[in-house]
């Protein structure tokens, strides 16, 4: 009776051990490492428990997750076509504006604090920034049509 017990319980537990599940993770990066000595593997990444999603928005418990906040309260682009390359820029970004008259355009680069930096028209569709000068930092390039904020692009300086 009590072997039969045994049996009945040790299958049980091995039937319920196919449907416990570990831990889900989002990984960058990893490796296992083998020698003789021994093995190690590890994993670069965030483990993922549960995410919850509602009206008022979402939730990922158990990842770490970026807090930001942007309200630049902006006018929706009258710029129709509109580049800004390289996004970090190490010495030089080039500005590209399309398909949109150029009177009256000018840009601004400045701080997040506001502190304007640069200012000037924009005379060709291709304009190139010079950012050698500035120290490592976010900056907003803000485009503008008559002295009045119609874009603004938050570049990244390395």
Same mark, same amino acid.
């Given at each position: 009776?009590?072997? =039969?017990?045994?049996?009945? +319980?040790?299958?049980? #537990?091995?039937? !319920? ?8 993770? %989002?990984?960058? !990066?990893? =490796? ?11 994993? /670069? ?13 979402? !939730? !990922?418990?158990?990842?770490? @997750? ?5 309200? #630049?309260? /902006?006018?929706? &682009? ?16 080039? +500005? ?5 008259? #150029?009177?009256? +355009?000018?840009? @601004?680069?400045?701080? +997040?604090?506001? @502190? ?8 060709? &569709? ?7 000068? %500035? ?7 803000? /485009? ?8 603004? /692009? ?5």
């Amino acid at each position: 009776m009590r072997k =039969k017990r045994f049996y009945l +319980l040790t299958t049980g #537990l091995l039937f !319920s051990a196919g449907s416990l599940m570990a831990q889900d993770a %989002f990984s960058a !990066s990893g =490796k296992n490492v083998e020698s003789v000595s021994g093995s190690f593997s590890y994993t /670069i990444g965030q483990c993922a428990y549960s995410y919850f999603s509602g009206d008022n928005g979402n !939730s !990922s418990e158990g990842v770490q @997750q970026a807090y930001i906040i942007s309200d #630049l309260a /902006i006018t929706p &682009s009258k710029i129709a076509k509109l580049e800004v390359y390289p996004n970090p820029a190490v010495k030089n970004v080039v +500005l590209k504006i399309g398909d949109t008259d #150029l009177t009256g +355009l000018s840009y @601004q680069i400045t701080t +997040l604090s506001g @502190q304007i930096l640069v200012e000037q028209e924009i005379q060709n &569709s291709t304009t190139e920034l010079n950012f050698v000068e %500035f120290p490592p930092a976010p900056y907003f390039i803000n /485009i503008l049509n008559q002295k009045q904020i119609i874009e603004s /692009i938050k570049i990244l300086k390395n």
